[in-house]
């Protein structure tokens, strides 16, 4: 239980640059999860994501 927990999240979109700053989950895998689903452009697949505060 010790490893999840909130993180700030910064991902960006390498089809258009957009950029979005998401709160996320840590899950109990190491994975991040926001909820973030698609860019303004419609791509879901190719994003930079950086995680804040780490
Ligand atoms: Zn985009």
């Given at each position: 239980?010790?490893?999840t927990?909130?993180?700030k999240v910064t991902i960006r979109c390498?089809?258009?640059g957009e950029q979005f700053?998401?709160?996320g989950r840590r899950g109990p895998?190491?994975?991040v999860e926001t909820g973030f689903k698609q860019?303004?452009?419609d791509?879901?697949?190719h994003f930079h994501i950086m995680e804040d505060g780490s």
């Open positions: 239980m010790a490893k927990g909130r993180t390498n089809v258009c700053t998401l709160r895998a190491g994975e860019c303004l452009c791509n879901n697949r």
